[in-house]
């Protein structure tokens, strides 16, 4: 039987004669040396594969085929090395493939022309592409709302940026002018007190008074809209007092009228007024204390 | 795949119960000489057959991380059926198994010259690369003679499993080694959560087996009552 045969040759192998060769001739390895079966997973036909490859190959002019093989060769050549590539790092590897298109690219492109055939399209042939114009157009959005993105957080972020500079400097602006202040009025008691006999601290004066005033125009100095809304509504006290006559105007007038509140039915909004707050959350008195009578 | 492939007949569906080489005939039906037949199983993995029909060679792949033309991150358009330039890596060129699987993806992706629903320029270029022991494909769009792409669709990755000497069938020429099938791959993804535990059982057992046995019997009340002689004790102070 087969099976027989290669066991009993496999115990001649194994055989302490043929060790004793295999160890002088540098063939054995440390550790238990057990003899594998021949791996069944790889095969490997390599005559095979050049016959076949010879029968199906076709010898038609490079013009039927259109096919080049091609080293990645570009500017980018320095970025990517064909050793180190590792398949996942995306950017690398995908680098990697246009680069290698851009070299066959390059490559073909002047044989063709070479061959006098035309290889751009002109402006005015119109034929039908492989993606229609829908699908390109919802292409063209979704770039634009890609970068119409991008332009809102970094508008954002830039109007972050200057609103805490421009609190910085304020607060800086803001000491400078105590400080200025407190000198001014330290001179002036020093000069009252007879240590300093010239005026000349009067000379030096900030010029920056005249711009500074520029900026403190008129509209500068009113206050908040909020507050400018919260004194005609509550200021000064009697305002109210003559705005209740019942004159035509007054009569007319719907400024007041909020439709929200007196148009529509009550709903919702009308339920949700006696807020189920605190009273749902807090039980009464009565379950409080069994609770607590419960707990000792 | 086959918009941009003007010289392909399509048969969408096809047999479950039939065999293989049911497909030979077909293709002869058509007067086809090379057959791509994708097959998906457990709607979760797809296989690539590409082949040589009357008698040549054919190839089973593996196909992975897949995305068709419609995704809107590819912006690159072409002509509905003009011929592409095709660009293999150096490395096609290394081996056997890669050279035969190079021929095969020329004679099936190159648009015959002057085929009557081909258009005449040449807009886009096929990259087939290998890395990591799989082919990778791209589409790519020649924007500018001097070399500026951009990418149509799809793109797949193409993991060789077999190469059989006639059409979907025969003796296997080439078995790749390095293919692990996605059923495999499942298992030992499960299989790892048991790993867990088994090697912290194993690990628990052989701590015990090197413990040892502890050498002869001590009885921990014997120091109990052990009296320091005042002598001993003055030096400690």
């Not at chain 2, 479950?16 to 791509?36: A, H, T, Y």
């Not at chain 2, 769009?141 to 951009?150: F, T, V, Y």
Request: net charge positive; aromatic share 8%; hydrophobic share 30%.
């Amino acid at each position: 039987m087969d099976l027989d045969e290669s066991f009993s040759s496999e115990s001649s192998v194994d055989s302490d004669e043929e060790l004793q060769e295999a160890f002088a001739a540098g063939k054995l390895r440390p550790g238990l040396n057990l003899e594998l079966p021949a791996s069944s997973k790889t095969i490997n036909n390599t005559a095979g594969l050049n016959q076949t490859l010879l029968t199906i190959k076709k010898n038609l002019p490079w013009l039927e085929r259109l096919d080049v093989t091609s080293k990645p060769a570009t500017t980018h050549k320095d970025l990517i090395s064909q050793s180190e590539t590792d398949v996942h790092d995306d950017f690398k590897r995908e680098l990697r493939f246009y680069c290698q298109a851009q070299a066959t690219v390059l490559e073909a492109i002047p044989r063709l022309h070479s061959m006098s055939i035309p290889t751009k399209r002109p402006e005015d042939f119109f034929a039908q592409m492989a993606k229609s114009d829908d699908h390109m157009k919802r292409v063209r959005e979704k770039l634009v709302e890609k970068q119409t993105a991008i332009e809102r957080s970094e508008k954002a972020k830039k109007l972050r940026e200057l609103r805490k500079y421009g609190k910085k400097v304020q607060i800086e602006v803001i000491q400078k002018r105590q400080k200025e202040k407190k000198e001014m009025l330290d001179a002036v008691k020093k000069y009252r007190k007879g240590q300093k006999d010239k005026l000349d601290f009067l000379e030096n004066l900030p010029g920056e008074k005249k711009n500074s005033q520029n900026k403190k125009s008129a509209d500068n100095l009113r206050p908040n809209k909020k507050r400018e809304f919260k004194n005609k509504k509550f200021g000064f006290g009697g305002q109210k007092k003559r705005s209740k006559m019942n004159t035509k105007s007054s009569a007319l007038d719907m400024s007041e009228f909020n439709p929200n509140i007196n148009q529509k039915k009550p709903g919702k909004t009308g339920k949700g007024k006696p807020k189920p707050g605190n009273k749902n959350k807090r039980p009464g008195k009565a379950r409080r204390q069994k609770a607590k009578s419960r707990k000792k | 795949m086959r918009t941009l492939m003007p010289h392909a007949k399509s048969e969408s569906k096809m047999d479950k119960k039939d065999q293989l080489f049911v497909i030979n005939e077909m293709c002869e039906m058509r007067n086809c000489s090379k057959c791509i037949y994708l097959e998906a199983k457990k709607k979760q993995d797809l296989y690539m057959w590409l082949s040589n029909v009357p008698r040549g060679p054919s190839a089973k792949f593996l196909v992975e991380n897949l995305h068709t033309m419609s995704e809107l991150k590819m912006t690159g358009n072409c002509l509905k059926g003009s011929r592409p330039l095709l660009s293999f890596d150096q490395e096609f060129d290394k081996e056997a198994h890669w050279s035969l699987i190079k021929e095969l993806l020329i004679q099936t992706f190159s648009t015959p010259n002057h085929h009557p629903k081909s258009q005449p320029f040449f807009d886009h270029v096929y990259t087939f690369s290998i890395a990591d022991n799989r082919i990778w494909f791209r589409n790519y769009q020649i924007l500018e003679e001097d070399g500026s792409l951009a990418e149509i669709g799809p793109r797949f990755v193409l993991n060789p499993i077999r190469i059989f000497e006639g059409s979907f069938g025969g003796p296997t020429l080439f078995q790749n080694p390095h293919y692990v099938s996605p059923n495999d791959l499942r298992h030992l993804m499960r299989k790892r959560g048991a790993q867990k535990y088994m090697s912290r059982i194993q690990a628990k057992k052989s701590l015990e087996m090197r413990r040892g046995q502890p050498s002869y019997e001590t009885d921990p009340t014997d120091d109990v009552f052990v009296t320091i002689r005042p002598e001993d004790a003055e030096e400690d102070s």
